[in-house]
């Protein structure tokens, strides 16, 4: 079985497939603060609830984007798996031709998604993750990553309107009924909801318009993307909240062949 680790921002989501076939996942806080032991004991007890030994164990691969947690992660596969986990970075055979000036400035988390949309859905892609981040990964049909964008995330930019206007009141993040409305909360919620979706229609449109992109799919993954609105798939044509969880199975696939 393998163990797949995505380190982000804000979550550690972990999967674990047997074959091809994803049997289960999870979130867990970032908590830079933790030791190996912390998140060991946590992993096994998560493998314990569907029944899967540590033993049963035979691979890890992990991406990261928080570089202060990568020694604690890997100390923990090294001692409870007996694995020296693969790890996303320069020199990984990924398919993609990074055309960004210097290709080790992108993020492994962008990286492990186009792979995992090139493999799947094919063709032209617009890759969307609304995390920490909202980023947005552009990838013609002959695998070159022609660069793309890096907006804030939706709930950094709500903390941030409630942390800078004083009365103004945290709400949780929904997408009220009208763009108009009728209290403070749905006021908010209005901005930030449909602020984003306009954000990303426009985004999407001009990266179709500079990049060429007659016919294109735009692919969108992470915890906050079903708040935009898409009504008929005007913005979004796939939503896949399990695409980095697919990149990593697919580069450690790809990877352990060259090993072989």
Not at 32 to 52: C, P, S
Not at 101 to 118: F, Q, T, W
Request: one cysteine or more.
């Amino acid at each position: 079985m393998l163990l797949v680790i995505d380190i982000g921002n804000t979550n550690l989501k972990i999967g674990l497939y047997s074959k091809s076939k994803l049997l289960g996942s999870w979130r867990l806080s970032v908590a830079t603060q933790k030791t190996a032991d912390e998140y060991g004991m946590v992993v096994i007890e998560l493998l314990n609830g569907i029944n899967v030994s540590v033993n049963d164990i035979n691979g890890v691969i992990i991406s990261s984007v928080v570089p202060t947690l990568n020694y604690t992660i890997e100390h923990m596969c090294k001692y409870y798996f007996k694995f020296q986990p693969k790890i996303v970075g320069p020199g990984m055979k990924t398919g993609l031709n990074i055309k960004y000036l210097n290709p080790k400035d992108v993020g492994s988390d962008r990286i492990v998604n186009c792979v995992a949309a090139r493999n799947i859905y094919k063709g032209n892609l617009i890759v969307v993750d609304f995390g920490s981040a909202t980023t947005f990964s552009v990838v013609n049909e002959k695998g070159d990553f022609l660069g793309g964008v890096i907006a804030p995330g939706i709930k950094c930019s709500a903390d941030a309107l409630v942390n800078t206007a004083s009365k103004l009141p945290r709400v949780e993040l929904d997408r009220p009924e009208k763009v108009i409305g009728r209290t403070t909360e749905t006021n908010i919620q209005s901005g930030i909801i449909y602020g984003f979706t306009g954000m990303v229609e426009y985004i999407i449109r001009k990266i179709k318009e500079e990049a060429g992109f007659d016919d294109c799919k735009v692919v969108a993954t992470g915890g906050l993307s079903a708040l935009i609105e898409n009504k008929n798939k005007e913005i979004i044509d796939i939503y896949d909240k399990t695409l980095t969880l697919k990149g990593l199975k697919i580069l450690y696939d790809m990877n352990r062949q060259e090993d072989l």
